[in-house]
């Protein structure tokens, strides 16, 4: 059994890659929905349906545990996957988000007013103030939708950055840390360090941790997982800019196969 890795697009790679990079050993299989993506802008109900496809395709194909890297999966569906979906499909696999750990890493860096940059659906469901209220009721949380951050980052425009990034932390400042809610902002963290003034929390130096600690601590999915060191990724739509993100994300030429979900 595998690993599996969703994001509704390519830019879960960088998860991907820091996850794969932790735990070499084990075998995974990528999915991006290029064929949908950008998910940052649909509905809740939506957002479930393609998430709900997603993982069709991944358990379908031997994952144990499937990880949500998409932040606007993980806010709108995590919680409905794991509460119905799972119960009645796949009752013995797992369906893991990043919004937790993110939340528990700004919980450690024990800040008391944090921010948030995330796409529009992730600031509007309110997972990440529910989820921050929940684990550290004492803090304050400043959210801000990034809308433009990843059509400029996917279209290889990071020339055009620094003032759209700068007029999204802008209401920010004033937080000590600053949670990147969105697969894609992992890409420009180094961006972003300098020009937010407090601690930055990167899901890609977060989650493989995480992760590492959940397997730990779970040897009943752990003792399914084989540990070949296989990698597949599989995308919805297929095209050479496609190939030319992944190659730019992953640092090395990898080979996209085309699926239907
Ligand atoms: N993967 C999405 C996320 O992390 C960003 C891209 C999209 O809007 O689909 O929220």
Known sequence: ?????????LGGLGIARAIME?????????????KRVPYGNRSQQTIHEFTAQALNFLFGN???IIILACNTASAESLRKSQQEYLPQNYPDRRVLGVIIPAVEAAAEAAERKVGVIATASTIESGAYLRELNRQCPRFEVVQNPAPLLVPVIENDGLKYLEPILADYLEPLQTCKSLILGCTHYCLIKEQVRKLFRGTVISQDEVVPEKLADYLARHPEHDGKLAKRGQRRYCVTDLTGSYRRFAHRLM???????LVAL
Do not use: A, H, K, N
């Open 1 to 9: 059994m595998r690993i599996g890795v969703f994001d509704s697009g």
């Open 22 to 34: 932790r735990l070499p050993e084990y075998d995974y299989l990528y999915l991006g929905d290029t």
């Open 62 to 64: 031997e994952c144990q």
């Open 251 to 257: 640092d090395q030429e990898i080979e996209l196969e």
